[in-house]
Structure formats: C-alpha cells, structure tokens
C-alpha cells in the first residue's frame, strides 16, 4: 500500500522568510496530493492540492510542486506570517474503488517567530 | 464554513460504555466518508471507509466489531465505539469528499473522546 514520508518534522522561521515543507510517496499510481493545515485542536484544513498532470500550482503566498519521477511533492509558503504556525500534513491518493483514500504523512509543525 | 459536521465536540465517559459519533455533510450528499483517528501530536490514521448502503471497508488493524460503522443515508455516517477503554481515547474524525468522490476531502470539527 502506499506510504508517506514527510520532513522536517519540526520547522522554524522567522517572519518573512520562506518554509518549505517535503514529502515522498511510495505508489506511482497515487494521482492526487493534498495539503492540510492542522492548527491546535481543530480539525485539518485543506489549503492546496494538487493532481498528477500538473507540475507546479500556486495561490498567493502558497505554492506546492510535483516531481512524479521522483515521487516527491514539497509545500512553499513565502512571507511567513505568525498565523502560519500550525501542524501541516501531505497526503497521497489515488481514485480507485469510486473514491480518493487519503494516506496522511506524519506531520510538519510549523513554527514563525515574530 | 464547515462543509462537514460533526458531533459530539467532546465526550467523558466511563469504561465499558459505548459512545456513537455522528459525520453528516452539509448541503451534498456523500456516498462515501472516511473515519481516522489521531492521537496526541500524531498523524491521521484512517480507521475505515464508510459506504452508503454497504458494509464499511476497515483498514489493517482496525477491529471491526470494536469500531461499527452505519452509513444509512446520503449525509450521515455514524461511528459507534463500543465497550470503550481508555486505550481508545482519542480524537476522532470524519471526512466526505464534497461535489462528487474524485473531489478533495472536507474534514469534521473532530471528538475529543476520553474514557475514564
């Protein structure tokens, strides 16, 4: 089945500067890849995703990229801003059965220091 | 605002109770929703699928007749842990595709469930 790997587990910026967040994925047949915002004790908030015909996708400050080659897919995030600290998560998935069963990485705690 | 409701937020109990936890979508229908289970500054761990109007798919692991799932309509999926344990304690929480099943996922606001 499939298997996400995410790194750093812990990251730490200053306001302004950038964070970029990585994952890999095991499954080559994975075709959708989502990102969720998690902030303390609230439920996981999709903020980008992206599928497997496209390299490259961004929304304002949020970017995510895509190497299917490589099966990895990283999150950037410019100009941190204190409301950015939360715990990210990647997923992978792929449709099949009728369905996207998301299999989550370990998480991302973000932390942006004023 | 949440696509994807559920409740109870929070729930206290003793061991041995039985606690049911309602997911319902919000103005779509969800043939298909999805019950994980996180522990404290852990990941999401997919507990099971919920299917409309057939018998739930359970990932590796996951006790089926521990954790029963009824999705009996379009908008509604229920969790029912059954003689809890502390060990169950947990956060619980649900997630239907909105606008159709290839569409990204919504997640429910979560329960908070502690056995004593």
Redesign the interface.
Same mark, same amino acid.
């Given at each position: 089945g499939e298997n996400v790997e995410q790194h750093p587990s812990t990251l730490s910026v200053q306001e302004g500067d950038s964070a970029v967040i990585k994952c890999t994925y095991s499954d080559s047949a994975s075709n959708y890849f989502p990102w969720y915002k998690q902030e303390l004790g609230k439920r996981p908030q999709l903020i980008i995703d992206i599928r497997s015909n496209v390299g490259e996708k961004k929304d304002q400050r949020i970017a995510v990229t895509l190497n299917k080659t490589a099966k990895h897919f990283s999150l950037h995030i410019t100009e941190t801003q204190p409301e950015d600290s939360a715990v990210y998560f990647c997923a992978a998935s792929r449709f099949s059965g009728g369905y996207n069963k998301l299999i989550f990485g370990a998480g991302t705690r973000l932390a942006v220091h004023p | 605002g949440?696509v994807v409701s559920q409740h109870p937020s929070r729930v206290i109990c003793k061991s041995g109770t039985s606690v049911k936890i309602e997911c319902r979508s919000l103005d779509f229908q969800a =043939? =298909?929703m999805?019950w994980y289970r996180q522990f404290p500054k852990?990941?999401?761990?997919?507990m099971a =699928?919920s299917n409309e109007g057939s018998k739930a798919t359970y990932e590796q692991g996951v006790e089926k007749d521990k954790f029963l799932i009824n999705h009996a309509s379009l908008t509604l999926s229920t969790l029912t842990v059954t003689s809890a344990h502390p060990e169950d304690s947990s956060f619980y929480?649900c997630?239907a595709?909105t606008g159709g099943?290839?569409q990204?996922?919504?997640?429910?606001?979560?329960t908070?469930l502690s056995i004593l």
């Open positions: - | 949440a =043939t =298909t999805f852990q990941s999401l761990m997919l =699928t929480i997630s595709p099943s290839n990204p996922q919504h997640f429910g606001d979560g908070r």
